[in-house]
């Protein structure tokens, strides 16, 4: 069992920046791609980034390439979500996954899930 714990979360006016961390106390992601969703009031859950531990490679949904990034830290054993321009769409909660398959898009291709952490963009 991995447990993912994320932080990071909050209240930013709209054009504002937050960023959110993911860790897996004592655990290495070595050899999982790391996945981002989010989850609006009402919307199903839906896949924001993700990135390959091995060799980096990243991934973005189309409405949030150019304002988030997704990176990590092999020391801290952390993987981050940078998220600029901050839109009152992209409010929503905001879960930390990790799993082991070739595809990353789905809920499915993800065997465990962090707790979420609440973000809330103003307008």
């Known amino acids: 069992q991995v447990q993912l714990v994320e932080s990071g979360g909050g209240l930013v006016q709209a054009g504002g920046s937050l960023r959110l961390s993911c860790a897996a106390p004592g655990r290495t992601f070595s050899t999982y791609v790391m996945g981002w969703f989010r989850q609006a009031p009402g919307k199903e859950r839906e896949f924001v980034a993700a990135?390959?531990?091995?060799?980096?490679?990243?991934y973005y949904a189309d409405f949030v390439k150019g304002r988030f990034t997704v990176s990590r830290d092999n020391a801290k054993n952390t993987v981050y979500l940078q998220m600029n321009s901050l839109k009152p769409e992209d409010t929503a909660i905001y879960y930390c996954?990790?799993?082991?398959?070739?595809?990353?898009?789905?809920?499915?291709?993800?065997?465990?899930w962090g707790q979420g952490t609440q973000v809330t963009v103003s307008s």
């Open positions: 996954t990790a799993g082991s398959s070739a595809s990353y898009t789905r809920t499915t291709d993800y065997n465990y």
């Open positions: 990135l390959y531990w091995t060799d980096t490679r990243t």
